[in-house]
């Protein structure tokens, strides 16, 4: 799929940031990545477009995460750091990035590279929305642990009336400390999940998660949380 622009200042400015980002890359190679991801064959052939009377191309949370998957492919950079350049640029469709689509991005690109990468969990971190207590992460692993048990639970649309002891329940599933922001932050990833720690528009007959969810998070069982694990507080279990 080839995407469409209206402005090259906005590609030119885009291949600056990821040049800063990565000093290994040069100025021509990040153009060049740029136009391939875009669709193009090189960055003759994309500079060589009319932008003059072009309509920028209609985005969607697809589109935007198929974009930064092969443009972080690649210059061989973390998708999150790619993610936020194209969204400071406004590079797709000169639009500002809401943290809707922020999360709606996130959520494909999840799907794209198999799980949440060190550059959106540290951006992410800086964004959230917390409790009231003061942040506290442990490693980046407890937020990827926490997604993959929200992920898992049926979400409705308001919040939950009584809520559980939501980072004690995670721990006892995946074996490791986890802490009440590392669920704030994971919440505020999910494009599902609404609310603050512990009020969430999840369904209160909890969903057990399976534990393939946790095969390739490194810190799941590596504390003795799981010996405390309780299924009869879920009222179903995931396939």
């Not at 136009?35 to 697809?62: C, V």
């Not at 799907?111 to 929305?129: F, N, S």
């Not at 599933?173 to 603050?196: E, L, N, Q």
Request: hydrophobic fraction near 40%; include cysteine.
């Amino acid at each position: 799929m080839r995407i469409i622009y209206s402005d090259i200042q906005r590609l030119k400015s885009a291949a600056k940031h990821l040049v800063v980002c990565s000093q290994d890359i040069k100025l021509s190679a990040a153009q060049e990545a740029l136009a391939r991801a875009s669709g193009y064959r090189d960055w003759h052939e994309l500079s060589a477009s009319s932008f003059r009377y072009t309509k920028d191309h209609a985005s969607s949370a697809e589109i935007d995460a198929n974009f930064i998957a092969r443009l972080a492919g690649e210059l061989s950079i973390d998708v999150g750091d790619v993610q936020l350049i194209v969204a400071r640029t406004k590079l797709i469709d000169n639009q500002a990035w809401t943290d809707a689509r922020h999360q709606a991005c996130q959520r494909q690109l999840y799907q794209l590279v198999g799980g949440l990468t060190d550059a959106q969990i540290d951006q992410a971190k800086t964004t959230a929305i917390r409790s009231g207590e003061t942040p506290h992460h442990e490693h980046r692993d407890c937020i990827r642990i926490a997604y993959e048990w929200l992920d898992a639970q049926v979400k409705i649309k308001s919040m939950i009336r009584k809520p559980f002891a939501i980072k004690h329940i995670i721990e006892k599933w995946a074996g490791r400390y986890v802490s009440a922001s590392d669920v704030d932050v994971a919440a505020f990833m999910h494009p599902d999940i609404r609310g603050i720690y512990p009020y969430f528009n999840i369904s209160s007959r909890l969903t057990e998660p399976s534990r393939r969810r946790l095969d390739n998070i490194e810190e799941a069982f590596t504390q003795r949380y799981a010996r405390n694990y309780n299924p009869k507080i879920y009222s179903r279990k995931e396939e």
